[in-house]
C-alpha cells in the first residue's frame, strides 16, 4: 500500500483554498486593538495557500532522505487541531453578536461564553505554533542525518 507523501497533503489543500477565495470572495474586518484591517477572502486564501506550499516544499527538499514521520503527523495534527479551535471560536463569537438578549444576567453570560471564545483562539495560536516547533524540529533533524551520511 503507498503512502501519501507528507508535502503532498499540504499541496492538496492548496486548490481547495484558491476555490473558496475565488468563489465565495467577501471582504474581511480584522480588528487589532487600535487598527481595523479590511481585506478580502481571496487575499487571506491566496496567503495561506503560500504559506502551504512553503510547508510542502520543505517537506519535499528532504524527499530522498527519511524524515521522521511521526513528528510530520504531529506537526499536521497540531496544526489541524489548532485551525479548527480558531475557527469554531470565530463561529461562537460571531453568533454571539446576533443574538439579542433580554436580561442582565444572559449579558453577562455572553460576556463569559466570549471570554471562552478568546481562549479558544490562545489554544489555537499555541498548538500551531508548537506544530510549527515540530516542523523544523524534524527539518534539523532530517538535515543533521543528510550531513552525517556525507
Known amino acids: 500500500m503507498k ?3 507528507l ?3 499540504f499541496w492538496i489543500w492548496i486548490p481547495v483554498l484558491l476555490f473558496f477565495g475565488v468563489f465565495f470572495n467577501k471582504d474581511v474586518d480584522i480588528q487589532l486593538h487600535d487598527t481595523y484591517l479590511v481585506t478580502t477572502k481571496f487575499q487571506i486564501s491566496l496567503l495561506l495557500s503560500i504559506f502551504l ?3 510542502g516544499l520543505g517537506y519535499f527538499n528532504f524527499r ?9 503527523r504531529l506537526h499536521i495534527l497540531l496544526t ?3 485551525i479548527i479551535a480558531i475557527v469554531i471560536s470565530r463561529l461562537i463569537q460571531l453568533r454571539l453578536t446576533t443574538e439579542n438578549y433580554q ?3 444572559e449579558e453577562y453570560n455572553k460576556i463569559d461564553i466570549y471570554m471562552n471564545s478568546l ?21 534539523i533533524l532530517t538535515r543533521n542525518k543528510k550531513i552525517k551520511l556525507k
Open 80 to 82: 489541524a487541531i489548532g
Open 53 to 55: 506550499f512553503l510547508l
Open 119 to 139: 481562549m479558544g483562539y490562545a489554544l489555537g495560536i499555541l498548538l500551531i505554533v508548537i506544530g510549527f516547533v515540530t516542523y523544523f524540529i524534524n527539518l
Open 103 to 105: 436580561n442582565d444576567f
Open 3 to 5: 503512502t501519501i507523501k
Open 7 to 9: 508535502y503532498w497533503i
Open 64 to 72: 530522498k532522505l527519511e524524515v521522521n514521520k511521526k513528528l510530520g
